[in-house]
């Protein structure tokens, strides 16, 4: 079994994720592919070879969440997963 974080819940509340990278103690951590404003060209990062060092696979996708924690009334937790095409056709 192999665990790798993306998020960190502190009671209620979803931490940032310059305050996760803080608290994680040497937990493993899942790559950061991009930093920075969302745009539409950001969900072709799902394709691709993973990232993982030594990794020999494709990747399953990626998740897609703002620095700054946030809630949207629609869909509640601002925090989506891409699902990478070539996984999907598997």
Aim: proline share 6%; charged share 20%.
């Amino acid at each position: 079994v192999f665990f790798a974080g993306f998020a960190m819940l502190r009671g209620n509340t979803w931490l940032d994720y310059d305050e996760c990278q803080v608290l994680r103690d040497g937990l493993p951590w899942v790559p950061l592919l991009w930093r920075g404003h969302m745009h539409r060209g950001i969900v072709a990062l799902a394709d691709g070879p993973s990232t993982w060092r030594d990794a020999h696979h494709i990747r399953e996708g990626i998740v897609i969440q703002p620095a700054i924690e946030r809630v949207c009334p629609e869909i509640g937790r601002v925090c989506l997963k891409c699902v990478s095409n070539e996984y999907l056709a598997k």
